[in-house]
């Protein structure tokens, strides 16, 4: 044996995993309890303490969510994760270890609908505010820095697909103004872009999409990146200063370049409670053992169908970074050369009611409100989830009558046309 780094495809299908040391179960086993019994009293008070690592009750930890989460921090090069409900649970709980009431975070425009309106109307509940950036123009997140701004956030690929973000432009103004870089890295998952490799900070996933990647667990996921200094900074007190209910413990101090994984586990996850059900961490395990395969077929598979849909007499405009002409080309060949990963828009020269007419007559792909499935799904934004609003502002969110969404699946690439072909004409 050499000593040799595991690669990619090896930590996919061993992060994290033993066999199970009580009965040698080979799959990590579902642990499906609320509790943990304590070996004695001291055992418990030094639990309760954080003064040693083990499990009390699911809501904070669980042996199950435990291999989730050394798993992605193995896959995304980060110091530690935790497994929460869903990804706007990731999203949120990261927010709740970094802002005071009346503070800022400058968001990129280009994402998740479900993210935008997270940011734009609950966050105000809690005096968070929201300013907006412009994806394209790092310049444009300098601009939107003041002194109560906690942190930045953008998506690596970002909605509605085949937008490339230029993480280290934005890290470079992010480490200017000595702010923590979020990135959002659910479309291109560690397979295809690796964000602490480019100055991310933390990571989140929802990893019902291509990391579950059977469109069947809803779960999300936060990786500390371990490369922000918190200790002694009093702009982020949950990092920075002694907790009374930790015996005056600054967890930034004890637990060094992890310490941010442990307050949203111990202060986060605690309070606010939205856990991850071991079930579906099982399931999101299983669905990661064949990410890497599967996210290269779907790009793959997605070229394929971008450039035929590109010579197709019925569509006016792809966006696809795969595609030479594209804008966003030059960055696809920077941040993921693999792949530019499953989701993107095209305009259909029949407008909106050729976008119903499509949507109403493909057969192989599911017309649903969701992406990262094995199976290949479409959407048409403008009679769905952006139908109320006007026709300017679907056409500046990237959702004009035209528009056409798809997250293109694992099947056989010939049957894909074929579906769109006949569903065309
Ligand atoms: C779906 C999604 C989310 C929200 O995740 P849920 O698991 O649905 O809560 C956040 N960001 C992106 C990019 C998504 O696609």
């Avoid at 307050?263 to 059900?277: I, K, N, T």
């Avoid at 990410?291 to 169908?305: G, Y």
Wanted: charged share 15%; proline share 5%; with cysteine.
């Amino acid at each position: 044996m050499t000593d040799r780094l595991p690669g990619f495809n090896t930590l996919a299908i061993h992060a994290g995993a033993a066999p199970d040391a009580a009965t040698g179960a080979r799959a990590t086993p579902i642990y499906q309890t609320t509790s943990f019994v304590f070996d004695d009293v001291d055992h418990a008070a030094s639990l309760f303490g954080l003064q040693a690592f083990g499990n009390i009750y699911t809501r904070i930890t669980n042996p199950t969510n435990a291999v989730l989460e050394e798993r992605i921090a193995a896959l995304e090069g980060g110091t530690a994760a935790v497994a929460v409900a869903s990804g706007h649970a990731a999203e949120f709980l990261v927010m709740h270890a970094l802002m005071q009431p009346g503070d800022e975070f400058v968001a990129a425009n280009k994402l998740y609908g479900g993210s935008i309106n997270q940011f734009n109307h609950s966050y105000k509940n809690f005096g968070w505010n929201v300013v907006w950036a412009d994806t394209d123009d790092p310049a444009s997140f300098e601009a939107a820095i003041t002194p109560r701004t906690k942190a930045i956030f953008i998506e690596s690929i970002a909605n509605p697909g085949g937008v490339i973000t230029d993480i280290a432009a934005i890290s470079a103004v992010a480490k200017r103004h000595n702010i923590p870089l979020i990135v959002d890295n659910t479309m291109a998952t560690p397979y295809l872009i690796r964000p602490f490799e480019h100055g991310a900070d933390i990571v989140v996933h929802s990893a019902t999409k291509f990391l579950g990647g059977h469109g069947n667990s809803i779960g999300g996921l936060i990786v500390d990146g371990g490369s922000f200094t918190w200790a002694g900074d009093a702009r982020y007190p949950m990092l920075s200063q002694p907790r009374p209910e930790y015996a005056g413990m600054v967890l930034s101090e004890t637990f060094g370049n992890f310490g941010f994984a442990i307050a949203v586990r111990v202060l986060g996850l605690r309070d606010l409670g939205p856990a991850l059900s071991p079930f579906n961490a099982f399931l999101i395990i299983n669905g990661i053992e064949t990410l890497p395969l599967r996210m290269q077929r779907h790009s793959d598979n997605a070229k394929t169908v971008a450039e035929h849909l590109s010579r197709h007499p019925a569509v006016a405009w792809v966006s696809y970074p795969g595609l030479e002409a594209d804008r966003y080309h030059q960055l696809h060949k920077r941040y993921c050369p693999h792949g530019a990963g499953a989701v993107f828009t095209f305009g259909l020269k029949g407008g909106y009611e050729a976008g119903v007419a499509l949507v109403s007559n493909l057969k192989l792909f599911s017309h649903l409100a969701n992406i990262g499935d094995t199976r290949s799904l479409v959407i048409h934004p403008a009679s769905t989830t952006h139908r109320q609003l006007t026709d300017e502002q679907k056409t500046r969110a990237g959702a004009g009558p035209e528009v056409v969404r798809l997250s293109v699946g694992i099947e056989d690439a010939g049957d894909l046309i074929a579906d769109l072909d006949q569903a065309l004409a």
